[in-house]
């Protein structure tokens, strides 16, 4: 068995803006298409397969796109394999976990049994997963709204086409946070105890450290902290129409986004890069 | 060959790409060609290469591959070869490149065709509960009373309605 080095990037301010949408819309495809075969109506498993693969095609473009920026650190790199070799496919099953800069809500289990305490143990709840999509649909909008403004042509292009999907998906994501939290007692009681879940892991997707500074000096794109009022937004009308409560904000704040990530996220890494560790270059 | 001739040559080879890449169905939707789609963005001549520029429907779309390999092919086999495709992301596809007789052709071939989209104020202030969109008419029997059973259909670009007054279900090409 052929040992597959790590490709062990130097994360520089540019690259880590690219990865964090990219890492973000690759591990919640990831997580939604676990859904596939199990969805709790057909349409629904439908929806959720459709929307990974937009985010599938999304996280391809951008890392396409991050691997022409990349540079590997040190002698980590094996011989032969410049910087120009690199290609989306070796970003997204050749990085090891620390490199990956995805908000820690998009890792969070959903499906499989153990997500959270509460949810019952035949695996998750099908709130979280509703809930999930449409907070992070509604960021996405928020980032790609700002971002076809961007410096960087290849980025703009990327937004342009990406607002098209995440406003579709927000609407979709949007209607079930909706229909749940006003529907019956229980469907209430369920969303409002997944948006107690979810709630302390959006801090991060406002955060602002130097990466969003440099971003928005190079004209590259919007920081985190200028999309909150546009989320919050959306975030707000929809609740409201849904009869939930925002819950009260904490001082917590994940770290997924600087490459510190939960248990979790190892382990969707070990499933979604098997094939290409044991299988070098592998090709369907 | 004097200049003139070399351009009145590109320009013949141009044609009849365009001319083949009429005939070059669209892998899901086999009623369309790739230019009633929109998605063959440009076709040029650089020497000795045919540049082809096409633009993907949809970030995922499972087909982008498929169809780059038809359209080379195709070109190819008519030897107007070599060929070079490139993607282009930017400007975004819309719907509203499908043109006139082809909303028609998916009209006959049983899927709604997508309304005109109008990046209007009102689709970017997003509302909960204003996803439910207006009924479309039936590509069967004309009624307009139908009703959306899924956001999501058998490809991105699509999503399933059904008629209640002919009870046929059908397909929706989703307006982006």
Same mark, same amino acid.
Request: glycine share 6%; charged share 20%; aromatic share 6%.
């Given at each position: 068995?052929?040992?597959?080095?790590?490709?062990?990037?130097?994360?520089?301010?540019?690259?880590?803006?690219?990865?964090?949408? @990219?890492?973000?819309?690759?591990?919640?495809?990831?997580?939604?298409?676990? $859904?596939?075969?199990?969805? =709790?109506?057909?349409?629904?498993?439908?929806?959720? +397969?459709?929307?990974?693969?937009?985010?599938?095609?999304?996280?391809?473009?951008?890392?396409?796109?991050?691997?022409?920026?990349?540079?590997?650190?040190?002698?980590?790199?094996? @011989?032969?394999? %410049?910087?120009?070799?690199?290609?989306?496919?070796?970003?997204?099953?050749?990085?090891?976990?620390?490199?990956?800069?995805?908000?820690?809500?998009?890792?969070? =289990?959903?499906?499989?049994?153990?997500?959270?305490?509460?949810?019952? %143990? *035949?695996?998750?709840?099908?709130?979280?997963?509703?809930?999930?999509?449409?907070?992070?649909?509604? $960021?996405?909008?928020?980032?790609?709204?700002?971002?076809?403004?961007?410096?960087? *042509?290849?980025?703009?292009?990327?937004?342009?086409?990406?607002?098209?999907?995440?406003?579709?998906?927000?609407?979709?994501?949007?209607?079930?946070?909706?229909?749940?939290?006003?529907?019956?007692?229980?469907?209430?009681?369920?969303?409002?105890?997944?948006?107690?879940?979810?709630?302390?892991?959006?801090?991060?997707?406002?955060?602002?450290?130097?990466?969003?500074?440099?971003?928005?000096?190079?004209?590259?794109?919007?920081?985190?902290?200028?999309?909150?009022?546009?989320?919050?937004?959306?975030?707000?009308?929809?609740?409201? @129409?849904?009869?939930?409560?925002?819950?009260?904000?904490?001082?917590?704040?994940?770290?997924?986004?600087?490459?510190?990530? +939960?248990?979790?996220?190892?382990?969707?890494? %070990?499933?979604?890069?098997?094939?290409?560790?044991?299988? =070098?270059?592998?090709?369907? | 060959?004097?200049?003139?001739?070399?351009?009145?040559?590109?320009?013949?080879?141009?044609?009849?790409?365009?001319?083949?890449? /009429?005939?070059?169905?669209?892998?899901?939707?086999?009623?369309?060609? &790739?230019?009633?789609?929109?998605?063959?963005?440009?076709?040029?001549?650089?020497?000795?290469?045919? /540049? &082809?520029?096409?633009?993907?429907?949809?970030? #995922?779309?499972?087909?982008?591959?498929?169809?780059?390999?038809? &359209?080379?092919?195709?070109?190819?086999?008519?030897?107007?070869?070599?060929?070079?495709?490139?993607?282009?992301?930017?400007?975004?596809?819309?719907?509203?490149?499908?043109?006139?007789?082809?909303?028609?052709?998916?009209?006959?071939?049983?899927?709604?065709?997508?309304?005109?989209?109008?990046?209007?104020?009102?689709?970017?202030?997003?509302?909960?509960?204003?996803?439910?969109?207006?009924?479309?008419?039936?590509?069967?029997?004309?009624?307009?009373?139908?009703?959306?059973?899924?956001?999501? #259909?058998?490809?991105?670009?699509?999503? &399933?309605?059904?008629?209640?007054?002919?009870?046929?279900?059908?397909?929706?090409?989703?307006?982006?």
């Amino acid at each position: 068995m052929n040992a597959v080095a790590s490709v062990d990037l130097q994360l520089t301010p540019t690259l880590s803006y690219l990865l964090r949408p @990219a890492d973000t819309a690759l591990i919640h495809a990831q997580r939604l298409t676990e $859904w596939c075969g199990h969805g =709790p109506v057909l349409e629904e498993d439908i929806a959720l +397969s459709n929307m990974a693969l937009d985010l599938l095609g999304q996280a391809r473009a951008l890392l396409a796109h991050a691997a022409t920026v990349a540079t590997v650190a040190g002698q980590a790199g094996q @011989a032969g394999q %410049a910087c120009a070799g690199l290609d989306e496919d070796q970003l997204a099953f050749l990085r090891d976990e620390g490199q990956f800069l995805n908000f820690t809500l998009a890792e969070l =289990p959903l499906r499989k049994p153990g997500a959270h305490s509460s949810a019952p %143990a *035949s695996g998750g709840d099908f709130a979280d997963t509703v809930l999930r999509n449409f907070l992070l649909a509604t $960021w996405f909008k928020a980032l790609w709204t700002r971002a076809v403004q961007s410096t960087d *042509s290849e980025l703009a292009g990327i937004a342009a086409k990406a607002l098209k999907e995440a406003r579709y998906h927000q609407q979709h994501a949007g209607d079930w946070v909706v229909r749940l939290g006003d529907g019956t007692a229980e469907s209430a009681r369920r969303m409002q105890a997944a948006l107690q879940r979810a709630w302390p892991y959006t801090t991060e997707l406002f955060a602002h450290d130097a990466v969003d500074e440099a971003a928005v000096a190079s004209g590259l794109g919007p920081a985190r902290r200028d999309l909150q009022a546009d989320w919050q937004r959306d975030v707000d009308n929809t609740l409201a @129409a849904a009869q939930l409560q925002a819950p009260a904000a904490t001082p917590f704040i994940s770290t997924g986004s600087t490459g510190l990530h +939960s248990e979790h996220l190892g382990h969707v890494l %070990a499933e979604m890069q098997f094939l290409q560790r044991r299988f =070098p270059g592998g090709r369907w | 060959m004097s200049t003139e001739a070399l351009a009145d040559t590109a320009q013949a080879r141009i044609d009849a790409a365009w001319q083949v890449l /009429h005939g070059v169905l669209d892998p899901e939707v086999p009623v369309l060609s &790739v230019c009633d789609l929109g998605i063959v963005r440009g076709v040029a001549v650089d020497g000795e290469l045919l /540049h &082809v520029t096409l633009t993907p429907t949809y970030s #995922g779309c499972p087909a982008t591959e498929v169809i780059e390999s038809s &359209v080379r092919d195709a070109l190819q086999a008519a030897g107007l070869g070599p060929v070079r495709i490139v993607q282009q992301r930017a400007p975004a596809w819309t719907s509203d490149w499908i043109s006139a007789e082809a909303r028609e052709k998916l009209r006959a071939y049983g899927i709604a065709p997508p309304c005109q989209v109008a990046v209007s104020a009102e689709q970017d202030s997003y509302q909960p509960l204003r996803f439910m969109p207006a009924p479309l008419a039936c590509p069967r029997c004309g009624s307009r009373h139908t009703e959306r059973l899924s956001a999501f #259909g058998t490809t991105a670009c699509k999503a &399933v309605h059904r008629c209640l007054a002919c009870r046929e279900p059908f397909e929706h090409f989703k307006p982006i």
